[in-house]
């Protein structure tokens, strides 16, 4: 994909999102190197959610946040998904801007390479559970959420 503003491939807003079986391969943004995701305000509107599965993420770029997946607010899910060799100034792979975005068993049975950088602090949800594979941590936010 071409280098945008927000979410290389797909930029979502106020709206519920699925991507199931999608493959995305060195996409470029300044935010959500894939997909940039942002929920209209659950005040606004039922909770909006973001439903990542059986998705492959190759080397995705994010000049500050979300290598493959920048994510402000609403209901994250990730599952049976692959990511690998994510690069941002901030999360890596997965950004999420509040702790409320996810739960630990909204995140199953994924497979996260390449994700990190040396030093990154140890996340809570980079634990070995639900089938995820941490080579790396994935996935970054806001340091209340640790």
Known sequence: STMCDFGGAIHSANVSLTLQSSVFTSSLAVDGGAVNFIAAPPTAVPTQKLLVDRTTFTAP????????????????????????????????????????????????????TGCAKRGSPPISWCREHDGNDWATCGMEGPVECY
Do not use: H, M, P
Not at 64 to 79: C, F, S
Not at 81 to 108: K, M, P, R
């Open 61 to 112: 770029t994010a000049v500050t946040t979300g290598g493959a997946i920048q994510v402000k607010g609403g209901v994250l899910t990730i599952r049976d998904s692959t990511f690998t060799n994510g690069e941002a100034l901030i999360g890596e792979c997965v950004w999420v801007d509040i702790c409320q975005t996810y739960t630990e068993t909204e995140i199953v049975g994924n497979t996260w």
